[in-house]
């Protein structure tokens, strides 16, 4: 069964710290496709970076990097020199191509992070 | 121009009643989902439509019916409100169904039951 672990519930950092926000995900899918959102206090859910299965490169965009590594199911965020407009809830989800093709996301818990000035 | 626009934004109402919410978007994409979002900020799937047609049921009380009218739009109504229908509902759509593609979300309802 499908299933996206967050087990960081909260994470508080003084500005200018780096922070790794883990995803630990489960599936049975050979072909899959894993998420990170942002959704700051305003409530809306923004779309940070989507990875497929078979591309295990790391990415940098900025301050945001992402770790993928397949021999331990993680897609691992991490944002180096943080800064207080990061605070937000970070949600990790993954999709399955051989869930009937639906595309539907499922979400990790998310993990709070608070940046502190 | 926003790309996933919901109505209303906020939504208090009272138990038995029926409401609707809407949702509509312009970035030309195939795909459109609900999501439920509870208080604990849990974000679950309960419906998504391709070209109109549905593809994901999920466990939802029969008492949310989803409406697409055309691909830009998909609405969500539901009968015989009851408290534990507070949440935020979140619209959102995908190129395309198969899960390769980001989905964009709407800036979600905020439904109180009282």
């Known amino acids: 069964a499908q299933k996206v672990t967050q087990a960081q519930t909260e994470i508080s950092v003084v500005e200018k710290e780096d922070v790794t926000l883990d995803c630990v995900y489960e599936?049975?899918?050979?072909?899959?496709?894993l998420f990170w959102y942002k959704q700051p206090p305003s409530g809306e859910l923004v779309f940070l970076i989507r990875?497929?299965?078979?591309?295990?490169q790391n990415e940098i965009s900025g301050r945001y990097s992402w770790n993928f590594q397949k021999s331990t199911s993680s897609f691992n965020f991490t944002i180096t020199a943080s800064q207080v407009v990061d605070s937000a809830v970070y949600f990790c989800?993954?999709?399955?191509?051989?869930?009937?093709?639906?595309?539907?996301?499922?979400f990790g818990q998310g993990t709070t992070l608070q940046v502190k000035p | 121009d926003t790309a996933v626009s919901q109505t209303p934004k906020y939504l208090v109402t009272q138990m038995g009643n029926d409401k609707s919410i809407k949702c509509e978007q312009n970035?030309?994409?195939?795909?459109m989902y609900w999501y439920k979002q509870d208080s604990k900020k849990f974000l679950k799937i309960m419906f998504s439509?391709?070209?109109?047609?549905?593809?994901i049921n999920e466990t939802v009380p029969n008492r949310f019916s989803p409406k697409s009218p055309d691909k830009a739009h998909l609405n969500l109504h539901i009968n015989s409100l009851e408290l534990g229908d507070s949440a935020v509902y979140f619209c959102?759509?995908?190129?395309?169904?198969?899960?390769?593609?980001?989905?964009?979300f709407g800036p979600g309802t905020r439904l109180t039951v009282t």
């Open positions: 989800a993954l999709s399955e191509r051989g869930s009937g093709n639906t595309g539907k996301l499922i």
């Open positions: 990875r497929n299965s078979f591309d295990e």
């Open positions: 439509y391709n070209n109109k047609e549905l593809i």
């Open positions: 599936t049975r899918d050979t072909t899959y496709y």
């Open positions: 970035l030309g994409h195939d795909t």
């Open positions: 959102a759509s995908s190129q395309e169904s198969g899960g390769a593609y980001e989905q964009y």
